[in-house]
């Protein structure tokens, strides 16, 4: 397809293309327009971390290089906070609260209380949207609402972005502070049992020494062993504390891991690719199958009882029954990727193992010591030995006490450091969410505009339809000899149609018409066509008043003896005619009317039979053809539709010529041929293809008439004024003393 082409395509189609733009247009501009105003209820937190912050001055900074470990905390707290946990819990205080339209309707096409709760939840995945705010260490929720009543629409929003707020941080709170709150108790109630300890063995060195008087300090090398004992025994302790310490911690966290595996597993889904069930596609044709083998023998008259009938329908019911247990799809492809918070949780679980097995290693190694250190205090006298054990129980559990009271601060001070929280940036507030009307519409128009011109032009690529003499030539494998335009006013007779572009179409049809006349076989000619309403009866008649101006003796006969048209056009009477001449009952002379144009005779139909081919095969019309070709230089035939009766044949082969008319826009489509080859077997002659109804945009002729000789036969009648301008749309408008004039509709 060539660039004019194509233009001439979309100009053939501009009012069409106009009206699918308007209407695309006005049907976003409508829908968008008559829609409620939607309302979002947003809020921006961040997470609070009170010992991480470290601030230092960067001489050279890379704003290029990336940080994971802010990246990775906002994929944390998206996940929480769109988790199905948080959605639930959001959900729940939601549908409760009275104050949640969305909830009654769920409720209504739910069937049971459990798919309540997972399609309030899907409706609330579908209404939030969590993105982090660029450049920045911050998230944003936000939550739409669509309501006819404004103020009920902001209220829900608010209400809405409060609710889910709220979750999430109860939902972080759970995930991120029992471990360090757990451990700074364990560490306190060991202080306040090591004090207790301290207390009682204090008291017991006190109340021994004041009952045996007489027993005196150890020496160095008891001392030594006290010592050692009181070392061991410290961290013995110290080590014991710190197995049970990591044994809470990692029974919490596996807890936490348990439960985030269960409500949302190890990995979460990122894609999942479907295609077709083929089980599902073969059972549909087996079902076909059978329908069809069931109906087909009771369409051979066997009854509902007949075994074969009853084995292909339990053959339907079977099919049936399986379609409704298949799936009409499959899963294809799934793509997984790890769940974040699942993740950090079993890496904290991991290091609590190992923190475990340190300290329970150090407490084997340690004990075997601590016996080996008491037991070197059996050597010494019993007194001795009692004072010595009291003393090394009060060292140690001095020394324990103040072990545990250096931890309890460095717990208190690790709980500080580590504290993680939820820091709102904005408060939960509502907002317009804009309509962007301007920007939709916008949109619209141009996609509609390229949608509804590709259109036009896919038409135009597929559209078989005959619109020009060359296609018509190529299509139809005849010579096209005339073009002939469609215009408001057809006809010629009883109209000055100097200067105008029919009569310059027809003055060339009867010009070639005239020039091939030593090829023609006698002087009778057939205008004929292979379907109604292209136009047969007027080209018939206007190529008669043509060839009539031009100095012919012409003989027009109106042959369709089965709905006549020729006298309305002529507005001449049709009581005698050729049926009549036909069946032998009236003379040429009696039939021969004559009309207002110089030169040109009518034979009208007459009164038609109810054999109307049966007349034209006589004998007669041969004859009258014969009588008339004496007097006359042309005969010219209408005729019915060709594919539609036989009469046309049977007066193409009489009059031995036929001039095929083709309606332009028609497709040229195997009946066409076929009746053009139907004519060539009977001898006919066909002199060529008359394409009639052109559009003047499509043929380079009309177009040149229309810009340069439209006021032809007024400036040769001496009209000296203005030129009238030349017309571009699909009609040749008629000339301002025709306008008023009478105009006939007549069925061709």
């Not at 509804?452 to 010579?479: E, I, N």
């Not at 009581?575 to 009309?595: C, F």
Request: proline letters at 4%; hydrophobic letters at 40%.
């Amino acid at each position: 397809m060539t660039i004019w082409t194509a233009l001439r395509a979309l100009r053939k189609r501009l009012l069409w293309i106009f009206l699918f733009t308007l209407f695309v247009t006005g049907a976003v501009a409508l829908y968008y327009g008559s829609r409620p105003q939607k309302w979002e209820g947003f809020v921006t937190v961040t997470e609070y971390r009170s010992g991480n912050v470290v601030r230092k001055t960067e001489l050279f900074p890379q704003p290029y290089m990336l940080n994971i470990d802010t990246i990775t905390r906002l994929q944390n707290l998206a996940e929480v906070m769109g988790s199905y946990s948080t959605l639930l819990l959001t959900w729940l205080e939601l549908k409760d609260s009275g104050e949640w339209p969305v909830a009654e309707t769920i409720k209504q096409q739910a069937s049971d209380p459990f798919m309540v709760d997972v399609m309030g939840v899907e409706d609330l995945f579908k209404r939030i949207k969590i993105r982090p705010v660029p450049n920045t260490e911050y998230i944003r929720a936000t939550i739409e609402v669509e309501d006819p009543d404004q103020d009920r629409a902001r209220a829900q929003a608010l209400k809405a972005a409060e609710v889910l707020l709220s979750k999430f941080e109860e939902q972080y709170n759970n995930l991120n502070r029992p471990i360090g709150e757990a451990s700074r108790q364990f560490i306190e109630d060991r202080f306040e049992k090591a004090q207790r300890d301290y207390n009682t063995a204090l008291a017991a060195l006190a109340r021994y020494q004041a009952e045996h008087p007489q027993v005196i300090e150890p020496n160095a090398q008891a001392q030594q062993i006290i010592a050692n004992i009181a070392r061991y025994k410290t961290q013995f302790d110290d080590s014991s504390v710190q197995m049970n310490q990591s044994a809470r911690k990692m029974a919490t966290l596996k807890a936490q891991l348990e439960r985030e595996g269960r409500e949302n597993g190890k990995y979460k889904d990122s894609s999942t690719v479907l295609r077709q069930n083929t089980v599902y596609d073969q059972t549909v044709i087996q079902l076909s199958l059978a329908k069809n083998d069931l109906e087909r023998l009771l369409g051979e008259g066997k009854g509902e009882n007949h075994p074969q009938v009853r084995s292909a329908r339990q053959k339907v019911v079977d099919f049936e029954q399986q379609l409704k247990e298949i799936p009409t799809t499959i899963v294809d492809a799934r793509s997984k990727t790890l769940n974040e918070i699942y993740q950090n949780l079993e890496r904290q679980y991991l290091d609590s193992i190992a923190e475990y097995d340190v300290a329970a290693a150090r407490v084997r190694t340690l004990g075997p010591q601590l016996a080996a250190q008491e037991s070197k205090l059996d050597n010494l006298p019993q007194e001795q030995a009692e004072y010595q054990r009291l003393l090394v129980n009060r060292t140690a559990a001095e020394q324990f006490m103040i072990t545990m009271k250096a931890k309890l601060e460095e717990a208190r001070v690790r709980e500080v450091d580590d504290t993680q929280s939820i820091k709102m940036i904005d408060t939960p507030r509502v907002q317009r969410i804009p309509k962007q009307l301007p920007m939709r519409v916008g949109l619209a128009l141009l996609l509609s505009l390229f949608m509804s011109v590709g259109l036009a032009l896919m038409l135009t690529q597929v559209d078989q339809g005959v619109y020009t003499s060359t296609q018509a030539q190529s299509l139809l494998g005849k010579p096209c000899i005339a073009a002939l335009p469609r215009m408001k006013q057809q006809q010629l007779i009883g109209r000055d149609r100097n200067g105008s572009a029919l009569t310059a179409s027809y003055e060339m049809l009867s010009t070639n018409l005239t020039g091939i006349t030593g090829k023609m076989e006698g002087k009778a000619i057939v205008v004929t066509g292979a379907e109604p309403n292209v136009g047969r009866s007027t080209v018939a008649l206007n190529l008669a008043a043509t060839l009539a101006r031009d100095g012919a003796r012409v003989v027009i006969i109106d042959g369709d003896l089965r709905q006549p048209s020729l006298h309305m056009m002529l507005r001449l009477e049709n009581r005698i005619g050729l049926g009549e001449y036909l069946a032998g009952n009236s003379d040429v002379e009696d039939i021969v009317q004559p009309t207002t144009t110089e030169g040109l005779v009518f034979v009208s139909a007459g009164l038609t039979g109810e054999n109307p081919v049966r007349l034209l095969r006589s004998a007669r019309l041969a004859e009258l053809i014969e009588k008339l070709s004496s007097v006359a230089d042309f005969i010219v035939f209408d005729s019915p539709a060709g594919l539609t009766f036989a009469d046309a044949g049977v007066l193409s082969m009489t009059a031995r010529n036929a001039l095929v008319v083709h309606s332009a826009g028609t497709a040229a489509t195997d009946s066409h041929r076929e009746f053009i080859k139907r004519l060539e077997n009977l001898g006919v002659n066909i002199v060529g293809i008359a394409l009639n109804k052109v559009r003047p945009e499509d043929d380079p002729g009309f177009m040149h008439y229309q810009r340069s000789y439209r006021n032809l036969g007024a400036l040769r009648n001496g009209y000296s004024g203005p030129a009238r301008p030349a017309i571009s749309s699909g009609y040749v408008e008629d000339d301002e003393d025709d306008a008023g004039a009478e105009q006939t509709a007549p069925k061709e």
